[in-house]
């Protein structure tokens, strides 16, 4: 094989994230919508293609997640929204029966209140999310995302998020929401249940945070933080990922 393709097979192919959106759109007993939070993923899915990341999108159920958070006037949203190829993903996400986690070098959970009902009980993400941590990947999640990591196990039968600090949707920002009694439990108080410390911001101001291979963050304030935050650590695996003017790591 020529040399040109040994490096092109290698550290100079693009890497993949796997974004993982909620399927719940019922914000319990409230007869609200509820859904993924459209900055919580049109940001950090911005710092990941600025940096050569290819994005795929995957959710509990497949096909089409709902979406929330629609403001126009946030240009990252306006610029996902224009984009075709962008809405035609998350209209048609992937089944998590149909991801092969070696194709991936991080997973990021974006948030969204929907994340609270089918993220922590789904054991196809869950296993996904292990195999790419335990290859060496990055796993990550945002303000609710980090739902997904409540059962996450090892191989060694640990929880993920044990002994690594995390930051997340908090207490407070919950009662602030008035959306306590609503969500089937408290994302912060369940993580450190399993294990985890959590390190908080004041309400909704930004915190993102590294935890070896765990990256979390605590709003949405949040999500670039952590977006930038899993491309650093991809860019030390992999010097070929590059990131364009601005971009800040």
């Known amino acids: 094989m020529p040399i040109f393709d040994l490096i092109m097979g290698s550290n100079f192919m693009s890497q993949k994230v796997l974004v993982v ?12 919508e509820t859904g993924y939070y459209l900055p919580e993923v049109s940001h950090p899915v911005a710092v990941f293609e600025r940096a050569g990341l290819t994005v795929d999108y995957v959710s509990p159920k497949g096909g089409k997640a709902p979406m929330i958070g629609i403001d126009l006037n946030d240009p990252a949203n306006a610029a996902f929204i224009n984009n075709p190829e962008k809405m035609a993903k998350v209209e048609n996400t992937l089944n998590p029966s149909e991801v092969d986690p070696s194709a991936y070098d991080a997973i990021f959970y974006a948030g969204g209140h929907g994340t609270m009902w089918d993220f922590a009980d789904n054991s196809q993400l ?16 945002v303000c609710h995302g980090p739902a997904g990591l409540v059962n996450i196990r090892l191989s060694n039968n640990e929880y993920l998020v044990a002994g690594k600090k995390v930051s997340v949707f908090t207490n407070e920002e919950e009662t602030a929401a008035g959306l306590t009694d609503v969500v ?66």
Do not use: C, M
Not at 21 to 32: A, E, M, P, Q, R
Not at 126 to 141: F, K, L, Q
Not at 184 to 193: G, H
């Open 21 to 32: 959106l909620t399927s719940h759109d019922t914000l319990g007993n409230t007869g609200k």
């Open 126 to 141: 869950a296993s996904i999310a292990a195999s790419i941590y335990e290859r060496g990947g990055v796993v990550s999640a």
């Open 184 to 249: 089937p439990f408290l994302l912060e108080a369940k993580l450190i249940e399993r294990g985890a410390t959590v390190d908080k911001a004041p309400n909704f101001q930004a915190k993102s945070v590294v935890s070896d291979r765990l990256v979390t963050g605590q709003n949405p304030a949040s999500a670039t933080g952590v977006a930038e935050k899993v491309v650093e650590l991809l860019k030390q695996q992999s010097p070929s990922l590059t990131s364009s003017p601005g971009w800040a790591g």
